[in-house]
């Protein structure tokens, strides 16, 4: 997951905003942590959860990350609270599928499938590696 997100961080700049969907465990926030390695921000990246967003800012002179987790907002007003800087930031929101893409007029839709089956009292952080499926499709006129 970390190398796709290096792969896909090359491609990003200024403005773009990312849309990952995916259960615990999937690899959301290293999929992250791969983008944020190649855009030269600083780290560590880890799951925003309790803050809401995190800022990274470049180490390199290119765009901050943006890393949002978007699990625990209600609606677009909390996430306006948030006073995200979209237009010089590389966003990417965990959880913000139907929340946050009305922020742009393009996207990309990342969704992560893992394995499943392993049971109500699973613990991702238990789980070996599995190959993940992922799925990118990009919205709006960045992307055409």
């Not at 200024?14 to 969907?21: E, F, M, P, S, Y």
């Not at 677009?76 to 922020?103: C, P, T």
């Amino acid at each position: 997951m970390e190398a796709l997100g290096r792969e896909l961080g090359a491609t990003l700049r200024a403005g773009d905003l990312v849309v990952l969907t995916g259960p615990l465990g999937a690899g959301k926030t290293t999929l992250t942590r791969g983008i944020g390695e190649a855009l030269g921000v600083r780290g560590p990246i880890t799951s925003p959860t309790f803050v809401l967003a995190r800022t990274h800012p470049s180490l390199v002179g290119g765009p901050d990350l943006v890393h949002v987790d978007a699990y625990r907002l209600r609606d677009a007003v909390e996430l306006d609270d948030l006073d995200i800087d979209y237009e010089r930031s590389v966003v990417v929101a965990e959880w913000g599928h139907g929340l946050i893409e009305a922020e742009s007029d393009s996207w990309l839709d990342v969704v992560i499938a893992r394995p499943e089956g392993a049971g109500d009292d699973f613990d991702p952080a238990d789980a070996p590696e599995e190959p993940r499926t992922v799925t990118i499709t990009p919205h709006g006129p960045r992307w055409a």
